[in-house]
């Protein structure tokens, strides 16, 4: 399929979009004797078991969020940083017993708790760490070897030789299973992958940033060998991102004349799964074949907006890094959850613009030239926050200024369009990201649809780790799609509607 075909983007987006009556016409029920297993598990591999003890950093996690990761400095992660960077973003951060068994919470938000995405290492000799293929496993906070040697070159080529790879001594591999959150959320999981991959990559790139490593996201690969490195049946999990960690001067192997295939045993994910057929077209529709291919897809520097204002502005002032709360990141994701319910009370506007400012800054990754740029929109219904009137706005991260599209009390619209649920209702704020995917399909073809999704679950996650460090809450949540947009129009015309935060104060206060 071509990349550039991109009436498929459109038909799987149209596909999968939710209405109030599809909604109700889906008898789909959860078979919970047949629930995932949260983890991938190589049954013949001996576990590789990482330092079990992380440090503290002292950087401010809205500080961590808001870094540009990308520059390079000489950096070569250990065993004990690869620990920190996994168990920050992946990890199982608590434990908790219930009539059904133990409940593992992990520390980042995953749509359902079903996590989905998995990652793998790909090395060159570190200090105390071989080079060869990796898989990471939560569980048992361990490594096993899936591959001995350093493979790092095949990343390379399959990345088109992007220089962040050519240095980095650690590239991180995110994968998504389809089955282990189709089990909920049918064929929509295609979305669900970039959200819960951002959202574990906002962690994940924060966490580097404490740690003064460059890291850098690339969505530009061949999708066939970095799936084919990793042993991936294509059919059940691919390869979603890539992430160039660290620096070194020295630039790896050349890729091996053949990569043998890998035959190793992993325990099936359930007793039987279900396939959606339209989740896997459109991540073939969505795949790069040749290293041109991924050339010419990456790097196009992107128009920073030029505020146009047709509504009353509301500058935003938010705090500077004189005042900003010192939770550390660490303390932050392992308080962090997903908030179940919301306390109808207000939070304040320095909250509030801290949160916008301090989530949008910047992502550092190879579809957002220059840092700064966005593909997604952040529309916002405010119903408490100090000094708003509450309301539809919409975000104008370059001059951090809100526009007020109309004034009213929308918590019951907010509820029904968060697919009838109260969260978006009862919260301070609900955060509603937007993009004309005409233009962003134009530009980078249907790779460009899963830039939007992922773009949109990375921000998302900073606006989880920006709410609970000013002991806030946040949950990401669901939407009927065309009402969103038809909400927010006419500003929101010809736009889509890609992911949804609620923003406030949580019924259990975070520890």
């Given at each position: 399929?071509?990349?550039?075909?991109?009436?498929?983007?459109?038909?799987?987006h149209?596909?999968?979009?939710?209405?109030?009556?599809?909604?109700?016409?889906?008898?789909?029920?959860?078979?919970?004797?047949?629930?995932?297993?949260?983890?991938?598990?190589?049954?013949?591999?001996e576990?590789?078991?990482?330092?079990?003890?992380?440090?503290?950093t002292?950087?401010?996690?809205?500080?961590?969020?808001?870094?540009?990761?990308?520059?390079?400095?000489?950096?070569?992660?250990?065993?004990?940083?690869?620990?920190?960077?996994?168990?920050?973003?992946?990890?199982?951060?608590?434990?908790?017993?219930s009539?059904?068994?133990?409940?593992?919470?992990?520390?980042?938000?995953?749509t359902?708790?079903?996590?989905?995405?998995?990652?793998?290492?790909?090395?060159?000799?570190?200090?105390?760490?071989?080079?060869?293929?990796?898989?990471?496993?939560?569980?048992?906070?361990?490594?096993?070897?899936?591959?001995?040697?350093?493979?790092?070159?095949?990343?390379?080529?399959?990345?088109?030789?992007?220089?962040?790879?050519?240095?980095?001594?650690?590239?991180?591999?995110?994968?998504?299973?389809?089955?282990?959150?189709?089990?909920?959320?049918?064929?929509?999981?295609?979305?669900?992958?970039?959200?819960?991959?951002?959202?574990?990559?906002?962690?994940?790139?924060?966490?580097?940033?404490?740690?003064?490593?460059?890291?850098?996201?690339?969505?530009?690969?061949?999708?066939?060998?970095?799936?084919?490195?990793?042993?991936?049946?294509?059919?059940?999990?691919?390869s979603?991102?890539?992430?160039?960690?660290?620096?070194?001067?020295?630039?790896?192997?050349?890729?091996?004349?053949?990569?043998?295939?890998?035959?190793?045993?992993?325990?099936?994910?359930?007793?039987?799964?279900?396939?959606?057929?339209?989740?896997?077209?459109?991540?073939?529709?969505?795949?790069?074949?040749?290293?041109?291919?991924?050339a010419?897809?990456?790097?196009?520097?992107?128009?920073?907006?030029?505020?146009?204002?047709?509504?009353?502005?509301?500058?935003?002032?938010?705090?500077?890094?004189?005042?900003?709360?010192?939770?550390?990141?660490?303390?932050?994701?392992?308080?962090?959850?997903?908030s179940?319910?919301?306390?109808?009370?207000?939070?304040?506007?320095?909250?509030f613009?801290?949160?916008?400012?301090r989530?949008?800054?910047?992502?550092?990754?190879?579809?957002?030239?220059?840092?700064?740029?966005?593909?997604?929109?952040?529309?916002?219904?405010?119903?408490?926050?100090?000094?708003?009137?509450?309301?539809?706005?919409?975000?104008?991260?370059?001059?951090?200024?809100?526009?007020?599209?109309?004034?009213?009390?929308?918590?019951?619209?907010?509820?029904?369009?968060?697919?009838?649920?109260?969260?978006?209702?009862?919260?301070?704020?609900?955060?509603?990201?937007?993009?004309?995917?005409?233009?962003?399909?134009?530009?980078?073809?249907?790779?460009?649809?899963?830039?939007?999704?992922?773009?949109?679950?990375?921000?998302?996650?900073?606006?989880?780790?920006?709410?609970?460090?000013?002991?806030?809450?946040?949950?990401?949540?669901?939407?009927?799609?065309?009402?969103?947009v038809?909400?927010?129009?006419?500003?929101?015309?010809?736009?889509s509607?890609?992911?949804?935060?609620?923003?406030?104060?949580?019924?259990?206060?975070?520890?």
């Amino acid at each position: 399929m071509n990349n550039r075909d991109t009436q498929r983007a459109w038909d799987y987006h149209n596909r999968t979009k939710h209405f109030p009556e599809s909604v109700r016409r889906n008898v789909h029920v959860l078979d919970w004797a047949n629930h995932p297993l949260p983890f991938k598990i190589y049954p013949d591999l001996e576990p590789l078991p990482l330092p079990q003890e992380t440090d503290q950093t002292g950087v401010a996690a809205l500080s961590a969020i808001a870094t540009d990761t990308a520059a390079p400095r000489e950096a070569t992660p250990n065993s004990k940083t690869l620990t920190h960077l996994l168990y920050f973003s992946a990890g199982i951060t608590k434990r908790r017993r219930s009539p059904g068994g133990e409940i593992l919470f992990r520390a980042a938000a995953c749509t359902g708790a079903l996590y989905e995405v998995e990652l793998y290492l790909v090395c060159g000799t570190l200090p105390d760490l071989t080079a060869g293929v990796y898989h990471f496993n939560p569980g048992e906070l361990a490594l096993r070897r899936l591959r001995e040697g350093d493979y790092r070159g095949a990343v390379v080529e399959a990345g088109a030789r992007d220089a962040s790879l050519l240095h980095a001594p650690v590239i991180v591999i995110s994968t998504g299973v389809y089955w282990r959150n189709a089990w909920k959320y049918q064929a929509r999981t295609f979305r669900h992958f970039g959200w819960d991959n951002g959202t574990l990559l906002a962690n994940l790139l924060a966490a580097t940033a404490a740690l003064g490593l460059p890291a850098r996201v690339l969505c530009g690969f061949i999708d066939a060998e970095i799936n084919g490195l990793l042993g991936l049946d294509a059919r059940r999990e691919v390869s979603l991102s890539l992430l160039a960690l660290g620096h070194s001067k020295s630039q790896p192997p050349p890729r091996p004349a053949a990569v043998a295939p890998l035959e190793l045993q992993t325990v099936p994910v359930s007793r039987e799964e279900v396939d959606y057929p339209a989740m896997r077209e459109m991540h073939l529709a969505s795949s790069l074949a040749t290293a041109e291919e991924v050339a010419e897809w990456r790097d196009r520097t992107l128009p920073l907006p030029a505020p146009e204002y047709t509504g009353p502005r509301v500058p935003l002032e938010p705090l500077d890094d004189e005042r900003i709360p010192r939770d550390t990141i660490e303390e932050v994701v392992l308080r962090r959850g997903s908030s179940r319910r919301f306390r109808r009370e207000s939070i304040s506007l320095a909250q509030f613009a801290t949160i916008l400012d301090r989530s949008t800054r910047g992502v550092a990754a190879d579809f957002l030239t220059p840092f700064g740029a966005r593909l997604n929109d952040l529309y916002l219904i405010v119903h408490a926050v100090e000094g708003l009137v509450p309301g539809a706005y919409f975000y104008h991260g370059a001059t951090a200024c809100l526009e007020r599209l109309k004034p009213g009390q929308f918590r019951h619209h907010a509820a029904h369009l968060a697919l009838d649920q109260d969260l978006a209702g009862d919260a301070a704020a609900a955060v509603f990201f937007l993009a004309d995917l005409n233009v962003w399909l134009d530009r980078f073809g249907n790779r460009g649809y899963r830039a939007v999704q992922l773009e949109a679950g990375i921000l998302g996650g900073k606006m989880y780790l920006a709410a609970y460090s000013q002991r806030l809450g946040a949950t990401g949540l669901t939407f009927y799609d065309d009402e969103v947009v038809e909400f927010f129009s006419p500003h929101a015309a010809a736009k889509s509607a890609i992911f949804l935060v609620a923003l406030g104060h949580p019924a259990r206060q975070p520890s």
